[in-house]
């Protein structure tokens, strides 16, 4: 099969022949439809995040399933399926209790083992793991939710416990950042939105943040006092700072954005944290679990997911996509996702 691959941390991304995927006695293979080309792919790949290597990157991904293991009940070959990118266990307390984000076993496709950024991916546990998608739900829509957006919806639904009528400011408007704007407006807040692209900050205009600002100093004017819950969507030691001192009193920070590098360690505004008190909280992806009422959410459409892709691209674009992501301000706003077969929504 056809798969893009690196071999050494930031080696060029090729597409090259690769056996195919084995197919878990728990688990299933997928034959990928679309897959999402992420910031998370790109810290693999510049070696923040350590990856057996060689790797196939990706993991949020939609398909078709292509071949069943012989403990797997739930699911045939030909349901068209997506999956969290991060695969629970299935045993332990944490998936016993809806918190599979968490597990301590988990494993990542294009982090512990191959990748979505191929015709086949393997997906483990799957009866646990897979998420049936609606017929109304289409394969480029439905990779833009495996990492971004169903991560900004568990950040703000479950973390930051978000109101109607609230305050909420996101840094970054990259994929999971535009993917809180529009989660943020489904949901009654009136919206911040902060970056230094004027593409960024044109989408999340149009996607219905209520403000749009090129620096974070302007959040506490803008709001009357500052946000009830901040995003951090970025990552990085200025944006969580930011994110932090732009919140009034009793506030809720979210950091979403991973820290990672010279960034793993970063020292917080730990003052205004104790004297406002204020709430730190991390978010990590959403499980299987909660994606029904997500699913829901968009065949009713209050939400609309695809409105974040900015473009789609074919599998052998898929590497230089990745490459890409080395400028510090994208050069356009939205998600590209990469279709695997089938016809391009866009180009």
Request: aromatic share 4%; glycine share 12%; proline share 5%.
């Amino acid at each position: 099969m056809r798969a893009v691959v690196y071999s050494a941390v930031g080696a060029d991304p090729v597409l090259t022949d690769v056996p195919e995927p084995s197919c878990p006695d728990d688990g299933v293979v997928v034959a990928v439809r679309a897959t999402g080309i992420c910031r998370s792919d790109w810290h693999a790949w510049k070696g923040h995040d350590p990856v057996p290597l060689p790797n196939i990157p990706g993991h949020e991904f939609a398909g078709v399933v292509s071949r069943v293991g012989t403990l797997v009940t739930g699911f045939v070959v030909g349901d068209r399926v997506t999956v969290p990118f991060v695969n629970g266990c299935g045993r332990c307390e944490w998936c016993a209790s809806g918190q599979a984000q968490v597990c301590p076993e988990q494993t990542q496709p294009g982090f512990t083992h191959p990748g979505s950024f191929a015709e086949q991916v393997a997906v483990r546990a799957a009866d646990f793991n897979l998420v049936r998608l609606p017929d109304d739900v289409d394969f480029v829509t439905a990779a833009s939710l495996g990492c971004r957006f169903a991560t900004a919806y568990h950040a703000l639904t479950a973390q930051g416990r978000l109101q109607a009528g609230e305050w909420l400011a996101v840094l970054g408007c990259g994929g999971v950042g535009l993917s809180a704007v529009m989660v943020g407006v489904a949901l009654g807040a009136r919206v911040v939105a902060v970056d230094p692209s004027a593409a960024a900050r044109q989408r999340a205009s149009e996607l219905g943040a209520t403000v749009v600002l090129d620096d974070a100093d302007g959040i506490a004017a803008a709001t009357g006092g500052g946000a009830h819950v901040s995003i951090d969507a970025l990552g990085s030691a200025a944006t969580a700072t930011a994110s932090i001192l732009g919140l009034r009193r009793r506030g809720r920070h979210v950091q979403v954005g991973l820290m990672l590098a010279a960034h793993a360690a970063a020292a917080l505004p730990w003052g205004a944290v104790v004297s406002r008190e204020l709430e730190v909280i991390g978010s990590h992806g959403m499980a299987a679990a909660d994606y029904p009422g997500l699913l829901a959410m968009i065949s009713a459409g209050r939400l609309a997911p695809g409105a974040l892709v900015g473009r789609t691209v074919g599998l052998e674009q898929a590497g230089s996509e990745l490459a890409a992501m080395d400028a510090p301000v994208p050069s356009a706003a939205g998600l590209v996702v990469a279709v695997v077969g089938g016809i391009r929504r866009s180009s």
